[in-house]
């Protein structure tokens, strides 16, 4: 479909998990929010349409300290924000559902409209939270639909017309029209109704990460949109045509879910810069600990520190991804990139990127790279970094975002109530009398 018939572009920027946040905890002068803060106000100034806080459970954990606990993180920046949406990453494996719907009902109410939930099922964390061993990914992904449909029938408790205005700038509440969800289920028993007022969106926009089959059959019958690591754009079509499919068979709004992508950028300002940073990239790889790092994307069941750097590696040694209980679809990505003839040099640096499309070029190239795949119908959202560094921010909002407006992929700035209308997502389904 070309790009003059779709939904724009829709952008969005990280705000945690930075190192400068946490070295600011040890500056008296500063806050831990600071950078977080003048990032959000950029994000607005210059039209981006989301915020995204991610978050990791473990002190640690994948060679971080953890990150800020997104939805208080979120909270305080909607104090300073009025437009962009505010997407936080929490997990259902080790949360109530009921809390789950409070918290994200207030962050709905505080930011006027502007919450989403990224929804995951966590490889990491276990062991803070009283859980013994992770579940299996099919118990995780279980427990997954089942938070998600108390947390719906929770924010759905509240039929419409349940408050109403009395005229003295308070409000009336009709007690018919907020009703128990009565729920019973392998996890949880919950009665409800919800104890805070119907949110502004109804509910908050539904994100998901997971690209194993369990995350794909969660994806396809919940979410509204799902955050992706697609490196290649025959993966990104592959995986779009299938969830979307799977989406359709189970009765959701045709174009269901979204499909979110974030763009690892390395910005030039010529090709001979390109050129340049790609070899100097190359030649800062730290091979030692790129051996592990690769060895986690594949499952942390295999030593690689023998292996030859330029040889690819053997099928045999390649896991079993059915024996793996933690980030099956991130082993699955390195696995086919493994299969495609790569060797473990080339790897070792893919797996920088973490599995995560990534691209080098002047702001045009890159314009090109993400007009291919959007015009291929396989980008709905995509995550740019940099606004936190002045060179890159200067290559993204001088440069690459000017260049996708002109191009038509990025829309003009529209009003919009709520998050939910900015994405421009088809309606709620009605809610049962």
Same mark, same amino acid.
């Given at each position: ?8 572009l ?5 705000v ?8 600011? @905890?040890?500056?008296?002068?500063r %806050?831990?929010l600071? =950078?977080?803060?003048e ?5 607005e100034?210059?039209?981006? =349409? ?11 954990? *994948?060679?971080?300290?953890g990150?800020? +606990? ?27 559902? #009921? ?5 994200f ?8 409209g ?6 995951v099922?966590?490889?990491l964390?276990?062991?803070? #939270?009283?859980?013994?061993?992770l579940? %299996?990914?099919?118990?995780?992904y279980?427990?997954?639909? +089942? ?9 759905? /408790? ?7 205005? =009395?005229?003295?700038g ?14 019973a289920?392998?996890?949880f028993?919950? *009665?409800?109704?919800l104890n ?9 926009? *539904?994100?998901?990460?997971? *690209?194993? +089959?369990?995350?794909?059959e969660?994806?396809?019958? #919940? ?6 690591s ?6 990104a079509?592959t #995986? ?15 174009g269901?879910p $979204? ?8 910005y030039?300002s ?16 730290d091979f030692? @600990? ?43 990505i ?5 299969r /495609? ?8 640096i ?8 990534a @691209?080098?070029g002047?702001?045009?190239q890159?314009?090109?790279?993400i007009?291919e ?14 606004l936190?560094d ?9 440069g690459?975002?000017? +260049?996708l407006?002109?191009?038509g ?13 900015r994405?421009?997502?088809p309606? $709620?389904?009605?809610?049962g009398r």
């Open positions: 479909m070309g790009s003059g018939t779709r939904r724009p829709k952008i969005v920027t990280g945690s998990g930075s190192p400068k946040i946490y070295a600011a @905890a040890i500056d008296p002068e %806050s831990t600071a =950078d977080a803060l990032i959000a106000k950029l994000a100034q210059h039209r981006f =349409d989301a915020l995204f806080a991610a978050d990791l459970l473990s002190f640690g954990a *994948q060679g971080a300290i990150a800020q +606990e997104p939805l208080i993180f979120l909270a305080a920046l909607s104090s300073v924000t009025s437009r962009v949406g505010l997407i936080a990453t929490v997990t259902t494996t080790f949360h109530h559902p #009921y809390n789950l719907a409070r918290l009902g207030t962050l709905d109410h505080v930011s006027n502007r919450a989403a939930w990224n929804a099922t966590s490889s964390g276990e062991e803070n #939270y009283g859980a013994g061993e579940p %299996s990914p099919e118990e995780r279980a427990r997954a639909g +089942e938070v998600l449909d108390v947390t719906n029938a929770l924010f759905d /408790s509240w039929r419409p017309g349940a408050l109403t205005p =009395d005229g003295r308070g409000a009336t509440l009709d007690p018919a029209l907020v009703r128990r969800i009565d729920h289920g392998p996890y028993t919950v *009665q409800g109704p805070i007022p119907a949110l502004p969106q109804r509910r908050p926009v *539904q994100f998901q990460a997971g *690209q194993s +089959e369990g995350g794909i969660l994806g396809a019958r #919940y979410a509204e949109v799902v955050f992706t697609l490196s290649t754009l025959e993966d079509v #995986y779009a045509k299938r969830i979307r499919a799977r989406a359709a068979e189970l009765g959701r709004a045709d269901l $979204l499909i979110f992508s974030s763009l690892h950028a390395t030039g010529s090709v001979a810069e390109v050129r340049r940073l790609v070899r100097e990239r190359a030649e800062a790889t030692a @600990a790129g051996r592990k790092a690769l060895a986690d994307m594949l499952g942390g069941g295999i030593d690689l520190s023998e292996r030859p750097l330029d040889r690819p590696l053997p099928e045999e040694l390649l896991p079993d991804v059915r024996s793996v209980n933690r980030r099956r679809g991130r082993v699955e390195f696995s086919r990139l493994a /495609s003839g790569k060797t473990l040099r080339e790897l070792i893919a797996a920088k990127d973490t599995g995560h499309w @691209a080098v002047t702001p045009e890159l314009a090109d790279a007009e795949r959007y015009t291929a119908g396989v980008l709905d959202l995509i995550g740019l970094s940099g936190d002045p060179r890159t921010r200067d290559f993204l909002v001088a690459l975002l000017p +260049e407006r002109r191009r992929i990025l829309g003009p700035d529209r009003d919009a109530a709520t998050f939910r209308e994405l421009e997502l309606p $709620l389904p009605p809610i």
